[in-house]
Nanobody, 115 residues
Framework: QVQLEESGGGLVQAGGSLKLTCSAS????????MGWYRQAPGKQRELVAA???????NYADSVKGRVTISRTTNWRAIFLQMNSLKPEDTAVYYC?????????WGQGTQVTVSS
């Protein structure tokens, strides 16, 4: 099973930027989908952004125009560049991998945006 490890979370002021990294334990299929989800206290986990291959990307409406998802050409990592952060972006961010019946989650990284 693919293991995922997130990094790059932290505390940032509103309007600031962060870049999250998710590293996979092995190269994954180019047909896989990797993405970022987040869960704020008392709320359900929600999709932030996902990428299939290199070009098929989708974003939650709440982050469109502020975040960019990308993946390395060796299929070992994905990134989430987040700009113009808002306090409502505060959550634990999780990396996800999916390919047919296989699915993996990372442990999560905390992002806190202060007002």
């Amino acid at each position: 099973q693919v293991q995922l490890e997130e990094s790059g979370g932290g505390l940032v002021q509103a309007g600031g930027s962060l870049k999250l990294t998710c590293s996979a334990s092995e190269s994954v299929s180019s047909l896989s989908t990797m993405g970022w989800y987040r869960q704020a206290p008392g709320k359900q986990r929600e999709l932030v952004a996902a990428v299939t291959g290199h070009t098929a990307k989708n974003y939650a409406d709440s982050v469109k125009g502020r975040v960019t998802i990308s993946r390395t050409t060796n299929w070992r990592a994905i990134f989430l560049q987040m700009n113009s952060l808002k306090p409502e972006d505060t959550a634990v961010y999780y990396c996800n991998y999916r390919r047919l019946e296989d699915e993996s989650w990372g442990q999560g990284t905390q992002v806190t945006v202060s007002s």
